[in-house]
Antibody
Framework: EVQLVESGGGLVQPGGSLRLSCAASGFTFTNFAMGWVRQAPGTGLEWVSSTTSSGLTTYYADSVKGRFTISRDNSKNTLFLQLNSLSAEDTALYYC???????????????WGNGTTVTVSS | DIQMTQAPSSLSASVGDRVTITCRASQSINYFLNWYQQKPHKAPKLLIYSASSLQSGVPSRFSGSGSGTDFTLTIDSLQPEDFATYYCQQSYSVPLTFGGGTKVDI
């Protein structure tokens, strides 16, 4: 069964950092692009970041560029998102998502995890 | 950035109704348009990709159409399990962008 399980969320103070993880199973992780999508309470979906299957190319939303870093460990089937300089606007449920291709454009997100919650508050 | 505009933002319907949701892109995105369904407290689920291709396992009462800037998601004969929020998403270019969502309720 194809599965994505996020972890690492929690309560953090403004200006703080967190590292989210997404453990993948049931498919050949190294063959597929991966990404993160977030959803603030009571709002819609916002794409955050994506990486190609190799991890060599990464993309970011303007709202997180320079503060968040996406990476992957293909030997451990794990995707990461490093969140720095957090603010209240980053409070959201963060979903990990798989693309059915090696790249992130011209395609879709066909598998989603259940999300991990990040709360930024003093 | 490509802006995605969905209409309506919410609608009320009954079981058995035919429901149509529209999504408009701020520039042409060819057919690079996906539709997702999200139920309360659940992760989004891919329904339609490339504007009109039905994702495996999705009931055939769901269909998508359109190209360029205007797209439509249609649900024929709405079922109780279809009450949810629906999002369109363009994959033509980065940043990937979603529509604001359409909540379908009773």
């Amino acid at each position: 069964e194809v599965q994505l399980v996020e972890s690492g969320g929690g309560l953090v103070q403004p200006g703080g950092s967190l590292r989210l993880s997404c453990a993948a199973s049931g498919f050949t992780f190294t063959n597929f692009a991966m990404g993160w999508v977030r959803q603030a309470p009571g709002t819609g979906l916002e794409w955050v970041s994506s990486t190609t299957s190799s991890g060599l190319t990464t993309y970011y939303a303007d709202s997180v560029k320079g503060r968040f870093t996406i990476s992957r460990d293909n030997s451990k089937n794990t995707l990461f998102l490093q969140l720095n300089s957090l603010s209240a606007e980053d409070t959201a449920l963060y979903y990990c998502a798989k693309f059915p291709t090696r790249f992130v454009t011209g395609t879709n997100m066909d598998v989603w995890g259940n999300g991990t919650t990040v709360t930024v508050s003093s | 950035d490509i802006q995605m505009t969905q209409a309506p933002s919410s609608l009320s319907a009954s079981v058995g109704d035919r429901v149509t949701i529209t999504c408009r892109a701020s520039q042409s995105i060819n057919y690079f348009l996906n539709w997702y369904q999200q139920k309360p407290h659940k992760a989004p689920k891919l329904l339609i990709y490339s504007a009109s291709s039905l994702q495996s396992g999705v009931p055939s009462r769901f269909s998508g159409s359109g190209s360029g800037t205007d797209f439509t998601l249609t649900i024929d004969s709405l079922q109780p399990e279809d009450f949810a929020t629906y999002y369109c998403q363009q994959s033509y270019s980065v940043p990937l962008t979603f529509g604001g969502g359409t909540k379908v309720d009773i």
